[in-house]
């Protein structure tokens, strides 16, 4: 391990600097900075797919003091681009670990800087708006780096699922399952698939690019829509293939990137968001039952509410109580709903979780009732 603590530096698009210092994982990194206030299941966050290109400010003052174990891994990469923290703990206390997060960071040659402000960078953010930066320990002239930042795409109109998306279909859980689940690969979490086969589900994971038709052919029935990075507009395609799997009949099931692709398919808009919601502590309120649920959230566009209330084929779910943005919705014409945010949520929340028994319930119940 690295003990060099040289001078890092952060430069945000809009010309703020913030000073820090190196963490030994050097280099450059740039992409969109958004911060997240979960204060646990930093690794988790780090191997979200829906973070792929993104610079990540953890609110959290100590990062990396519990280390890393394998099996906590959302993929099989770190996705961010780099790190920006308060507090880089050199040292991990936890047993069983597999490895330190600096160990991590190492062997995928990821940037991390120490020693900011990020009370004060949070803040900046939250009222400046989500925007590009870029961080360095090689490079402390802002006018250099805030040149290199404009080779840095905005995230508006950015595809992003091509990058994180499996290359070939795979299967998960039990062959014999009754419950056939086909899912489309936009960036999917392990523990959303980990949800269903618990659940006794089998489960084909499909790349992003597959037709409707190649993953009826499998014979699904429940089809489901995951999460994942950039802006939802950017992938026509991927809304085509959507509105053909909800015109299929079959129960429908959507997260995230997979929610706001439904939202698409089904007329409505989408909008980027000021700074987005990327936490384990969002509160939403179940409009269907009256009840709350503290949420994990990851997501820096949302569907519009206007277009939701508006639409008389779609019904508003879910709120999030902070700003009343769409946290939920379900067709009333056909059998399909989706959220937001995240009830796969690992380490936690596990509020909504019941999600995925509803999912499970509508696909049994209709193959009940084509029989």
Not at 247 to 256: L, Q
Not at 279 to 298: A, D, F, M, R, Y
Request: aromatic share 8%; glycine share 10%.
């Amino acid at each position: 391990m690295s003990t060099a603590r040289k001078k890092a530096i952060l430069v945000l698009a809009d010309g703020t600097v913030f000073h820090g210092k190196s963490t030994g994982l050097d280099g450059t990194a740039f992409g969109e900075i958004c911060f997240n206030t979960g204060m646990t299941g930093y690794q988790e966050i780090f191997t979200d797919p829906s973070y792929f290109g993104q610079l990540m400010v953890m609110a959290t003052s100590h990062i990396g003091n519990y280390g890393v174990k394998a099996e906590e891994v959302e993929s099989g990469t770190i996705q961010i681009a780099g790190l920006v923290t308060k507090n880089f703990s050199d040292f991990a206390s936890r047993t069983g670990k597999s490895d330190s997060l600096f160990g991590y960071f190492e062997k995928q040659n990821k940037v991390a800087i120490e020693g900011i402000d990020t009370r004060a960078l949070v803040r900046h953010i939250r009222d400046a708006g989500a925007m590009n930066a870029i961080i360095s320990t090689e490079d402390f002239d802002s006018s250099s780096l805030l040149k290199k930042l404009e080779e840095c795409p905005n995230m508006e109109g950015l595809a992003l699922a091509p990058e994180v998306s499996t290359s070939e279909a795979y299967e998960v859980g039990d062959s014999e399952s009754e419950v056939r689940i086909a899912a489309l690969d936009l960036g999917i979490k392990k523990n959303i698939v980990r949800c269903f086969t618990e659940r006794g589900a089998l489960v084909k994971v499909f790349p992003w690019n597959t037709t409707t038709e190649e993953m009826l052919e499998w014979s699904p029935n429940g089809l489901f829509y995951s999460n994942g990075p950039g802006d939802p507009s950017a992938s026509p395609e991927v809304v085509s293939e959507v509105q053909k799997g909800i015109e299929s009949g079959i129960p429908v099931f959507g997260i995230c990137l997979g929610h706001q692709m439904i939202a698409l398919a089904s007329g409505l808009t989408t909008y980027k968001m000021h700074n987005g919601h990327r936490g384990i502590n969002h509160p939403v309120k179940n409009l269907v039952t009256g009840h709350g649920e503290i949420t994990s959230q990851n997501h820096g566009f949302v569907v519009s509410r206007e277009d939701v209330e508006a639409a008389a084929h779609v019904e508003l779910t879910h709120e999030h109580l902070n700003d009343q943005t769409v946290a939920g919705i379900r067709r009333t014409d056909r059998n399909c709903f989706s959220v937001q945010y995240h009830p796969e949520a690992s380490p936690g929340p596990h509020d909504s979780r019941y999600l995925f028994d509803e999912f499970i319930e509508r696909i049994k119940l209709a193959a009940a009732m084509a029989q």
